[in-house]
T-cell receptor, first 114, second 114 residues
Framework: AQSVTQLDSHVSVSEGTPVLLRCNYSSSYSPSLFWYVQHPNKGLQLLLKYTSAATLVKGINGFEAEFKKSETSFHLTKPSAHMSDAAEYFCVVSDADSWGKLQFGAGTQVVVTP | DGGITQSPKYLFRKEGQNVTLSCEQNLNHDAMYWYRQDPGQGLRLIYYSQIVNDFQKGDIAEGYSVSREKKESFPLTVTSAQKNPTAFYLC?????????????FGQGTRLTVV
């Protein structure tokens, strides 16, 4: 069985400061992990994914995430927030046991203040 | 342009009425999924299909039905048995193998009971 916990439901940052979104996962097999972003009333866009290659994954728009197996974490970071980063972010896990089904976290709402 | 098209964008349903949400993809993906999104609950899987003429219940299938007669299409019917259908519905598709391929999402349909 697989599960995902996003540790913060809301994160507020000032423009130009770092962003950290925390995600812990549980998986019976070697997982694949994803971060998606959703702007209001829109579909989800893939930011980045981890699939058992390099543990530090770089994505679009300056985001990156580090897979830490010992901590079962996949936290998302960005060194400098932009106003356009205001959105909801989802951490997602998939593994061989789930046949491609994605398990979503509850989401983290990011607010960026000027 | 390759992608997933959901229609309509907004849909209103009267009590006791069945409604069908459309999802079409031209990505040549084998797998397709329907998710329901409610505020603060992330995405929950309604139904998924790994191949034409086959589909499986997800976590919240009660009150919903689907068909998969063509690879490109995966319509979702919200029946009168679904007591609380007001939500944002997202369709997604992915390559069936390997399991670590990300899903691509449509722009969503917002369903409201009136």
């Amino acid at each position: 069985a697989q599960s995902v916990t996003q540790l913060d439901s809301h994160v507020s940052v000032s423009e130009g400061t770092p962003v950290l979104l925390r995600c812990n996962y549980s998986s019976s097999y070697s997982p694949s992990l994803f971060w998606y972003v959703q702007h209001p009333n829109k579909g989800l866009q893939l930011l980045l994914k981890y699939t058992s290659a390099a543990t530090l994954v770089k994505g679009i728009n300056g985001f990156e995430a580090e897979f830490k197996k010992s901590e079962t974490s996949f936290h998302l970071t960005k060194p400098s927030a932009h106003m356009s980063d205001a959105a909801e972010y989802f951490c997602v896990v998939s593994d061989a046991d789930s046949w491609g089904k994605l398990q979503f976290g509850a989401g983290t709402q990011v607010v960026v203040t000027p | 342009d390759g992608g997933i098209t959901q229609s309509p964008k907004y849909l209103f349903r009267k009590e006791g009425q069945n409604v069908t949400l459309s999802c079409e993809q031209n990505l040549n993906h084998d797998a397709m999924y329907w998710y329901r999104q409610d505020p603060g609950q992330g995405l929950r899987l309604i139904y998924y299909s790994q191949i034409v003429n086959d589909f499986q219940k997800g976590d919240i299938a009660e009150g919903y039905s689907v068909s998969r007669e063509k690879k490109e299409s995966f319509p979702l019917t919200v029946t009168s048995a679904q007591k609380n259908p007001t939500a944002f519905y997202l369709c997604a598709s992915s390559s069936r193998q390997p399991w670590n391929t990300e899903a691509f999402f449509g722009q969503g349909t917002r369903l409201t009971v009136v």
